[in-house]
């Protein structure tokens, strides 16, 4: 599990995460983390927002700074 801590500060860099159904969605721009009750990511990638729900997340690492 990750903490919400770390995921919050890599807001705003590229990331890479893998998914616990086997998917990997790389080099997306983290929004934003976690926020009280909104248990998601917010990522943005090709051009779409996707809100990924912070339980399916099995890892999450920087690809490259903003």
Do not use: H, Q
């Amino acid at each position: 599990m990750l903490g919400t801590r770390t995921v919050r500060e890599l807001e705003g860099y590229k990331v890479s995460v893998a998914l616990s159904n086997g998917d990997r969605l790389d080099d997306c721009d983290l929004v934003a983390g976690p926020r009280g009750d909104a248990n998601r990511l917010w990522l943005f990638t090709v051009g779409i927002d996707l809100f990924v729900p912070l339980t399916d997340v099995v890892a999450i690492w920087e690809t490259g700074r903003p």
